[in-house]
C-alpha cells in the first residue's frame, strides 16, 4: 500500500502470523513527548467515484486491514474512541481507515498518537522498561500546501492552513492563569466543529504525537499477560483454537472421570445390597440374626461378622 517508506528502505526483522515484519519511518525518541509530527505526504490514488474500481486502499479499508505494529517486541494495542466510550483492544492491531456510516466512503486513519508506558528499573537511574504499547488512530483532513524547504524545518513536509492545536505552529501550548503546557491531539480536536475525515484517496499528510507516560503497576515479568488473557486476546484467531482444544480435553478428561466414578459407585451399590439381602429376616435388618450362633448365643465371630456389615 502506497503509505509513508522509511528514509533508509526496508529493513527485514522476523515473522509473525505469516506476515514479515518491517522497519518504519516513525522516529521515537525515549521519554520526549512529541506533537503532530509530520511523517510525510502520499498519494493514495483516485477518489472513489461510481462505475470505477476503488483504488487499493479503499479496498483494504472495506476488507477491514489492520497495522500490526510493535515497539520493543511489544505488539501495539488499539485505542478506539468515539462520544459516548474508549475501548482497548489488545489483539490484531488498528484499523488503517473506516467506513462512514454517513455516506459509506472509505476514510483513512493519517494520524496516530503512539502511547507508551514505562517504568524505572528498580535500583537503577537511567534505565527503563517499556510494559505498554498503545495506538489510538484518527482520522484528519489536514488541508495543506507544500512546504518550502528554505523557510521551514527539515522535518516538516507541509504548512497546514486548518491545523488543530496540536499542529499549530504558535508553540503549541494552551494558556491557563498560571503556566502553559503542549497538548496532544485529541478526539475533541478531531471531532471539532467543521472538522472532516480524510478520504482514502488523493495526497494525504500523515502526522502522529507521542506519548510518554509511566506506569508502576506492571511489572516488566508482567507485561505480555493482558495479551494472553482471554479477555483482550479473544480476537486472535490462534488463541480462540488453543482455548478451544483446551476446553475440548478438559471436558473429555472430566467425562472419564464420570464414568469411571458412576461404575464405582454403582459396584459398591450391589455390593451393599448383596450384603444387606445375606443378613435381612422378613425383608428387615435382623440384629440377631447377625450376631446369634443358631443357638440363641452370641459369638464373637458373628459380632465380627455384623460389624463389618454395619461398616
Known amino acids: 500500500l502506497p503509505f509513508c517508506q522509511p528514509m533508509n528502505g526496508v529493513k527485514q526483522l522476523g515473522q509473525i502470523s505469516g506476515g514479515t515484519l518491517e522497519n518504519s519511518p516513525y522516529r521515537l525518541r525515549f521519554l520526549q513527548d512529541m506533537y503532530c509530527e509530520q511523517l510525510c505526504i502520499t498519494n493514495l490514488g483516485r477518489g472513489e467515484h461510481t462505475g470505477a474500481s476503488a483504488n487499493k486502499?479503499?479496498?483494504?479499508?472495506?476488507?477491514?486491514?489492520?497495522?500490526?505494529?510493535?515497539?520493543?517486541?511489544?505488539?501495539?494495542?488499539?485505542?478506539?474512541?468515539?462520544?459516548?466510550?474508549?475501548?482497548?483492544?489488545?489483539?490484531?492491531?488498528?484499523?488503517i481507515g473506516f467506513i462512514s456510516q454517513m455516506d459509506g466512503n472509505a476514510y483513512i486513519n493519517n494520524h496516530v498518537n503512539l502511547e507508551i508506558q514505562y517504568h524505572k528499573v528498580e535500583g537503577s537511574n537511567n534505565e527503563y522498561n517499556i510494559v505498554r504499547f498503545m495506538v489510538e488512530p484518527f482520522s484528519i483532513h489536514h488541508e495543506f500546501s507544500p512546504a518550502d524547504w528554505n523557510d521551514t524545518q527539515e522535518d516538516k513536509f507541509a504548512i497546514i492552513d486548518n491545523a488543530i492545536q496540536s499542529c499549530r505552529d504558535d508553540n503549541k501550548y494552551i494558556y491557563t492563569?498560571?503556566?502553559?503546557?503542549?497538548?496532544?491531539?485529541?478526539?475533541?480536536?478531531?471531532?471539532?466543529?467543521?472538522?472532516?475525515?480524510?478520504?482514502?484517496?488523493?495526497?494525504?499528510?500523515?502526522?502522529?504525537?507521542?506519548?510518554?507516560?509511566?506506569?508502576?503497576?506492571?511489572?516488566?515479568?508482567?507485561?505480555?499477560?493482558?495479551?494472553?488473557?482471554?479477555?483482550g486476546f479473544r480476537d486472535s484467531h490462534r488463541e480462540k483454537s488453543t482455548l478451544g482444544r483446551r476446553l475440548v480435553s478438559a471436558v473429555v478428561l472430566l467425562g472419564a472421570v464420570a464414568a469411571v466414578w458412576t461404575h464405582y459407585l454403582r459396584k459398591r451399590r450391589r455390593q451393599l445390597a448383596g450384603a444387606s439381602d445375606g443378613a435381612t429376616s422378613g425383608g428387615r435388618y435382623d440384629p440377631v440374626a447377625v450376631a446369634s450362633d443358631g443357638n440363641g448365643q452370641y459369638s464373637d465371630d458373628a459380632n465380627l461378622e455384623m460389624a463389618e456389615l454395619e461398616e
Open 57 to 95: 486502499v479503499v479496498q483494504s479499508i472495506r476488507k477491514d486491514y489492520h497495522n500490526n505494529w510493535f515497539v520493543d517486541n511489544l505488539p501495539s494495542a488499539s485505542k478506539l474512541e468515539d462520544d459516548v466510550t474508549i475501548r482497548t483492544k489488545y489483539s490484531m492491531g488498528f484499523p
Open 177 to 231: 492563569t498560571y503556566e502553559k503546557f503542549p497538548v496532544h491531539t485529541s478526539y475533541e480536536m478531531v471531532t471539532d466543529k467543521g472538522r472532516l475525515p480524510q478520504p482514502a484517496s488523493g495526497k494525504v499528510l500523515f502526522t502522529y504525537d507521542v506519548l510518554w507516560i509511566e506506569n508502576k503497576d506492571v511489572p516488566w515479568s508482567d507485561r505480555w499477560d493482558i495479551y494472553m488473557d482471554r479477555d
